[in-house]
């Protein structure tokens, strides 16, 4: 059984204005996730993101503002875990600060502080700056997973500068461990199981065997990932997809850790290149879960006109259906360049 890349392919007519009102059709295409069924529609529109805003000034205000990110305000202003589950209060790896969230989205829930630089352009999100918040973001996630046996979901998430829904400029992760998978994660077990149960094999082993084998989403490895363009995007525009080799991400060696911040880097500069400054970022991990791969999605988010409107409407917000207005396969040459 080979993995399903399902889609309609359809059409709307209009007498077009802009070709003084002849008869024109335009293309629509709705894919549908090939492992959790999810459905997405795809167009393929001459878009061009407006200019990156001039952002000094942004961070000039928001300097002037606390953030208790920045040196000398983190021990005062940020609390600590509790001595059973963290004796030190404060997880610390390299230039990274692991705290508790204050704001808890699950029964762990922390934020990884990326290094003292209340700001860091997209340009300069590379390998060895990810590399510390990466690792303490994992060794945090192990910590918990050690603690408390009813733990099984965790998840590393990032919200990279206002467009993604970031309130903090100073860069952090979030990380949050708990017994209950989130609906995406939900839907990727269930997916994944399905597929293992209907005697298909491992759906992970295969959708990177096809991918490779086809070329038009396959963009390479990292030591033990592989990255891609998803097949169904979640955003207005293609985001990347990271599959891991391993089974949980609490078994990842430093060196792995290490392959993991330059794929992502490679994506990370591909968004720089292109003028955009801003994504989320979510790595998804369940315990236990023998039909599981640990994977990490990647989506771009903007302001989609000068005019400051949001890339996410009614479709994505009560719908929940994405819509993405360029194809994977037309931007894969561009971000292979990156690999």
Partial sequence: MTVQFRSIQTFTEIHNPMKDFSLDRIP???RFDPLTGRSTRVFDLPYTPPPRPDLEDATA???EKFCPFCPGNVEKATPRFPVALLAEGRLREGSAIVVPNLLPLDKYAAVCVMGEDHYIPIEELKAPVLYDSLTASVRFAERVLDFDPWVRACSVNWNFMPPAGSSIMHPHLQINCGPAATNELRAQLEGSLHYAASGFGD???????QEKSAGDRYLGRSGPFSWFLAYAPRGFLPDAWGIFDRRDITSLTRIEIE????GLSH???YF???????FNMALFSFRGASSFRPNVRISPRLLTREAGNSDHTYLQALHREPYCV???ESVSARIKKFF
């Fill in 28 to 30: 629509l295409e709705i």
């Fill in 61 to 63: 205000r928001s300097r």
């Fill in 203 to 209: 759906f992970w082993d295969d959708y990177i065997a």
């Fill in 259 to 262: 392959d993991f911040a330059e």
């Fill in 267 to 269: 994506i990370i500069s």
């Fill in 272 to 278: 720089a290149a292109e003028g955009l400054y801003s």
């Fill in 326 to 328: 360029k194809t994977p």
